[in-house]
């Protein structure tokens, strides 16, 4: 049961480091912010960009926002790892008296591991109704972005 319960317990724990952070430029634009952890893949981050982007219209009081910018690429974080060796044999036992034998040792050389987090960076308008035409290549409707993801 143990195996089980600690994958799932990283998985749920690491899978939450997906953040966006919102930077008001003035009062109708803002750059938000997008970061995920190496287990988080760019659409991820992108998806909880545009989600960040029609909440802080909505609380802006806009209905529409368009994508002036757009930047995305990854963080590299370098992980160690440890080297490890492990010996096996066999041992056996003649009253008081062991022997050890067939000793095998394996060795594994530390390593580094590449981790790739996903991040973006976007430059949003917004806009009110009648500023700008729904439907329009580039606008987005801030309530069907929170309605898509049960807001």
Not at 50 to 74: H, N, P, V
Request: proline letters at 4%; one cysteine or more.
């Amino acid at each position: 049961m143990k195996k089980f319960l600690l994958p799932v317990f990283l998985f749920a724990s690491l899978s939450g480091c997906l953040s966006a952070h919102t930077e008001m430029l003035d009062e109708r634009t803002a750059i938000i912010s997008g970061k995920g952890s190496s287990f988080n893949d760019l659409a991820s981050v992108t998806h909880k960009v545009f989600l960040e982007a029609a909440t802080t219209a909505q609380q802006r009081g806009f209905q529409y926002f368009q994508i002036l910018d757009d930047k995305q690429g990854y963080r590299p974080t370098y992980v160690q790892n440890a080297a490890t060796s492990t010996t096996s044999g066999s041992v056996t036992r003649t009253g008081r008296h062991s022997t050890y034998y067939n000793e095998t040792t394996t060795s594994t050389p530390a390593s580094v591991t590449r981790l790739d987090k996903p991040m973006k960076e976007t430059v949003v308008r917004f806009y009110k109704t009648g500023e700008v035409t729904p439907g329009q290549p580039g606008i987005w409707s801030v309530q069907s972005i929170l309605s898509a993801n049960g807001g």
